[in-house]
Nanobody, 116 residues
Framework: QVQAVESGGGLVQAGGSLRLSCSSSESIFKINTITWYRQGPGNQRELVASITSGGNTNYAESVKGRFTISRDSDKNTVYLQMSSLKPDDTAVYYC??????????WGQGTQVTVSS
């Protein structure tokens, strides 16, 4: 699986925006589908958005129209632009590929806290 580092989280008021980054030094990162997940307090980890190497995207219903996933292959980075944030978006956000997720291997994630 790919080793990646998440960053960009923070505290924001409801209605605000944040951009998360998922970066890797591994060349295979460019060809793998990368998925953002999140785990809120007392909740199971859930899929938020994914992007293939070709740029095809998929979103959870709860974030459609508010979040945008993108990737910069030159920088080996996948972004999650989050807008119109809600308190329900409060969670630790992780990025991973299918291999890491299947093996249940996760990074530290980045905390997003949305205040009402």
């Amino acid at each position: 699986q790919v080793q990646a580092v998440e960053s960009g989280g923070g505290l924001v008021q409801a209605g605000g925006s944040l951009r998360l980054s998922c970066s890797s030094s591994e060349s295979i990162f460019k060809i793998n589908t990368i998925t953002w997940y999140r785990q809120g307090p007392g909740n199971q980890r859930e899929l938020v958005a994914s992007i293939t190497s070709g740029g095809n995207t998929n979103y959870a219903e709860s974030v459609k129209g508010r979040f945008t996933i993108s990737r910069d292959s030159d920088k080996n980075t996948v972004y999650l632009q989050m807008s119109s944030l809600k308190p329900d978006d409060t969670a630790v956000y992780y990025c991973n590929d299918i291999y890491g997720a299947t093996l249940d291997i996760w990074g530290q994630g980045t905390q997003v806290t949305v205040s009402s």
